[in-house]
């Protein structure tokens, strides 16, 4: 048995795309909810600006959504690093 018939099968669309998202945002609700228990989303609004006229709740959307990019993108990367080498690293023939 060689190498490449060992190698794991590519994954449809669905499940990949799934396996990032899904864990990172699980993991965005819970630094969103930890953030915002001790950060007021209107004094950080006055703090950073003052000249938009956001209410709380869009703090707390834009604060989630800020959060479930970053960790999508921390999911990515390690997808990105764990996928099998053999794929990569073939012999041209």
């Known amino acids: 048995m060689t ?3 060992l190698d794991i099968p590519p ?3 669905a499940q990949r795309l ?3 998202l899904w864990p ?3 993991a ?3 630094a969103t909810m930890v953030f915002f228990a001790i950060v007021d989303p209107l004094m950080l609004r006055d703090m950073t600006f003052p000249e938009l006229e956001l209410s709380r709740m869009a703090g707390y959307t834009i604060g989630f959504f800020l959060f479930w990019a970053a960790t999508a993108a921390s999911s990515l990367f ?3 690093l764990l996928r099998p080498a053999s794929r990569f690293n073939r012999r041209m023939q």
Request: hydrophobic content about 55%; cysteine-free; overall charge positive.
């Open 28 to 30: 965005a609700g819970v």
């Open 11 to 13: 994954r449809p669309l």
């Open 18 to 20: 799934g396996a990032i």
């Open 3 to 5: 190498r490449a018939d």
């Open 24 to 26: 990172s945002f699980f």
């Open 78 to 80: 390690t997808w990105l």
